[in-house]
């Protein structure tokens, strides 16, 4: 009974003296995460979304944190797009909204593009730096191409859900505000990328196209 004691004692001492060490870690990647945040249009997301990878990984290169942005956007694009699938299941299923369903069925189209935009940019980005520098612009904009569209994807299926297709106010909420997150992590995601890129030129000595020509 008293080892037992003595253990749980000496457990919730060492628990104590390592929280202020947890604290100043957490707190010093969120002043991090704040710095490489605030060029992004949707700041609080950004630190929100990347904040649980750096606590774990430490404070993670422009390049990582421009993959962690990207993947999560992926996750979240293929998430929605599963949720969409569900809902037109639903409303096929449906005798009286039997063939009113276009605007989810264009919406699941246009989010599945974007999956595969989102996908094709992670792979691109990951090739930046491994086959010479005489590509990175070309890696470069493709990366900026896929996820613009992406962006404007979930753009154009946030404006069609709105305009037709979903009966339900409540239906219709939630898929807006999950095409919306889609769309601003797209967003977040441009802006990591755009810093990871102006790092990249100024550590590799690349010139801007525009000095370029």
Not at 63 to 89: G, H, P
Request: glycine share 4%; aromatic share 6%; charged share 20%.
């Amino acid at each position: 009974m008293t080892k037992n004691i003595l253990l749980s004692l000496l457990i919730i001492s060492l628990t104590i003296l390592e929280f202020p060490t947890i604290v100043e870690s957490r707190s010093r990647a969120r002043m991090y995460l704040e710095l490489q945040c605030r060029s992004a249009l949707y700041p609080d997301l950004c630190v929100q979304t990347l904040l649980p990878y750096v606590t774990k990984t430490g404070l993670p290169s422009s390049q990582l944190l421009a993959e962690i942005s990207l993947a999560s956007c992926l996750s979240k694009a293929r998430f929605t797009k599963a949720y969409l699938n569900m809902v037109a299941k639903k409303l096929n299923e449906t005798e009286v909204n039997l063939g009113n369903n276009q605007a989810i069925e264009e919406c699941i189209q246009q989010i599945n593009d974007g999956v595969n935009q989102i996908t094709q940019s992670f792979k691109e980005l990951q090739k930046i730096g491994k086959d010479g520098d005489e590509n990175f612009m070309w890696h470069e904009t493709n990366v900026q191409t896929w996820v613009s569209a992406a962006l404007t994807d979930a753009t154009t299926c946030i404006d069609g859900i709105l305009m037709g297709g979903i009966s339900s106010r409540r239906e219709q909420a939630m898929i807006k505000a999950r095409l919306l997150n889609v769309k601003q992590l797209a967003s977040n995601s441009l802006a990591m990328f755009s810093r990871f890129t102006m790092r990249y030129r100024a550590s590799r000595g690349i010139k801007n196209p525009q000095i370029l020509s």
